[in-house]
């Protein structure tokens, strides 16, 4: 039987603070990105401003949280998703107008945000990043996001 000793030396923790997100080798990531397939869309984008925050929601269903790789660079939000289909599955449509199963999406943020300080959450397939407002312009750099 585990104990909490045995999590702690594994680095298995319920703590949403500890969250890794998996590796990946980019290059498959962009192979994977680039393969053509039926009904490949972009993911629908909200984007809102209130006093303190800026709020931007993206869909994407049928996705789970390990999914997503997200980066900031030069105010721009760089969200990849991954998620492949099962091997043999032989699903034929007459018509496939949606697949969000991989894409990448790239948004133009606003200059007056603290991109350091952002709050990323993925529910009910809904993708949601809350960024603090500054009251200056800055340029941030964030390598990889963590969505909770």
Known sequence: MKNKADDMKNNITGYPGEYKPPPFNLD???ME???E????????TNISEC???VKIEVTAPGHRREDFIVSIR???LLILALSK???GNTNEYRKHEFNYNCFSHLLDLPENIDSDFVKATYKS???IFY???EKTTSNHTVSKVVIY
């Open 85 to 87: 289909e099962p091997k």
């Open 51 to 53: 006093d303190d925050y």
């Open 74 to 76: 030069d105010n721009k």
């Open 37 to 44: 397939r039926e009904g490949n869309v972009k993911p629908l």
């Open 125 to 127: 397939g809904i993708l």
């Open 131 to 133: 960024f603090p407002k």
């Open 33 to 35: 990105l680039k393969t």
């Open 28 to 30: 498959d990531v962009m």
